[in-house]
């Protein structure tokens, strides 16, 4: 099946930076969603994106749905021990109504240096 | 929030026998569910969309006949694995979807499967 463009694959930071990370994709969403994953568990929802140009934050996360409706970045700023996950981005589209499908990027890895 | 859940959280099998996953929406009706396989270090890949009373519908290279998909009532699926093989081995999650169109996913925590 068809994944997303996610990067960078897997990115080593130290607490207290800033992360910036991207998914792009040769066909058009309607909506941008960005998820983590933690171990062992399922997505959790972090964004909803839901208009082309729309930036979005939730906390010390940013994500913007880009304008021409086929790419997304998230954005976190000062980083703590508890963002370290694995961060997926997932396009939608009606496939009819009410049965939107999730097509989920290649995920990318967030590891804290101590 | 909405709450999915999953059961069982972990299963370990023999070659050659069956496994049912249980997904339920504890505090909405779910109208859609979706069924997801995930193997060690990659995405989420879309197994199948199950409606409420209806047959699924299952994407492409994934066997239907494999995977038997149940969706019986607005707050439960099932997912069977038959005949699962080592190769089965991987983590399903399913998430559940209510009635209104836009209506955000909310994913289950995983069931892992162990295939000997």
């Known amino acids: 099946g068809q994944q997303l463009n996610q990067s960078p694959q897997s990115m080593f930071i130290q607490e207290g930076e800033d992360v910036s990370m991207n998914c792009t994709s040769s066909?058009?969403?309607?909506?941008w969603l960005w998820y983590k994953q933690d171990p062992g568990e399922g997505p959790v929802l972090l964004i909803a994106?839901?208009?082309?140009?729309e930036l979005t934050s939730n906390g010390r996360l940013t994500a913007q749905f880009g304008i021409t409706r086929k790419d997304s970045f998230l954005n976190i700023s000062a980083s703590i021990p508890s963002d370290v996950g694995i961060y997926f981005c997932?396009?939608?589209?009606?496939?009819?109504?009410?049965?939107?499908?999730?097509?989920f990027g290649t995920g990318t890895r967030l590891t804290i240096i101590p | 929030g909405a709450v999915v859940s999953q059961h069982p959280s972990r299963v370990i099998c023999k070659s050659g026998t069956s496994v049912k996953i249980e997904c339920r929406s504890l505090d909405f009706q779910a109208t859609t569910m979706f069924w997801y396989r995930q193997f060690p270090k990659q995405s989420l890949m879309l197994m199948a969309t199950?409606?409420?009373?209806?047959?699924?519908?299952?994407e492409q290279g994934v066997e239907k006949d494999k995977f038997l998909i149940n969706h019986a009532s607005l707050t439960l699926s099932t997912l069977t694995v038959t005949s699962a093989h080592p190769e089965d081995s991987s983590f399903y999650i399913c998430?559940?979807?209510?009635?209104?169109?836009?209506?955000?996913?909310?994913f289950g925590p995983g069931t892992r499967l162990l295939v000997l």
């Open positions: 997932a396009g939608q589209r009606p496939i009819n109504f009410g049965n939107e499908k999730l097509t």
């Open positions: 994106l839901y208009k082309a140009g």
């Open positions: 998430s559940a979807k209510a009635r209104r169109q836009g209506e955000t996913q909310y």
């Open positions: 199950s409606n409420e009373g209806s047959k699924a519908t299952y």
């Open positions: 066909s058009i969403f309607n909506t």
